[in-house]
């Protein structure tokens, strides 16, 4: 069976609209060398309503709310992002059109490489939080002290953004086993 094009379907109205049966247009489209079943011809029958064009919700401004936040802050999920731009823009966005524009502005999604934990970002961490407890006079009498780091690190998510000429950065990921056994 033939698709009918739009100048067809609108001869398709035109007969219908001057009487002719389906099967008479039927015969009409054979005698040219183009067979059309009558569903098909009933399809046409009438014109399908234009598609809905209304005003886009991601606009540029929007779009560049994304790329700062992302900048700012490259942990911050979609999820956050949606919630930032209902808040500043009063728009409500999709979480697939927020990492589609987050792909065309060049971020990439996927998961951090591990490394151990005495890499030159987690060595300043670790030693600006020491030099705070020495400062605010820790007696470190109501410490537990365990073989695991209770320090936040700067860089410590098992997933995150990054742009296309940034490298994915280290993260300290805990392999060993329990303690306690």
């Known amino acids: 069976m033939t698709r009918i094009n739009r100048e067809r379907s609108q001869e398709v109205r035109l007969m219908r609209a001057n009487g002719k049966s389906t099967r008479e247009i039927q015969e009409l489209f054979a005698s040219l060398g183009i067979e059309v079943s009558q569903s098909t011809l009933r399809n046409h029958f009438q014109e399908k309503p234009p598609r809905r064009s209304g005003p886009r919700k991601l606009q ?14 490259d942990e911050l999920t979609a999820h ?48 600006r939080q020491a030099l705070q407890w020495i400062e605010s ?45």
Request: net charge positive.
């Open 60 to 73: 540029q401004n929007i779009v560049t709310a994304i790329k700062n936040e992302t900048k700012a802050d």
């Open 80 to 127: 956050g992002v949606k919630r930032k731009i209902q808040a500043d823009f009063g728009v409500s966005l999709g979480l697939s059109s927020i990492r589609k524009a987050r792909r065309k502005l060049g971020w990439k999604y996927g998961r951090t490489r591990f490394t151990p934990m005495i890499r030159d970002h987690n060595k300043e961490a670790r030693l």
């Open 137 to 181: 006079g820790e007696t470190w009498h109501d410490v537990l002290f365990t073989d695991e780091s209770t320090i936040a690190l700067e860089h410590f998510a098992s997933r995150l953004i990054t742009g296309l000429n940034k490298v994915l950065p280290l993260v300290v990921q805990n392999k060993g086993g329990h303690s306690g056994k």
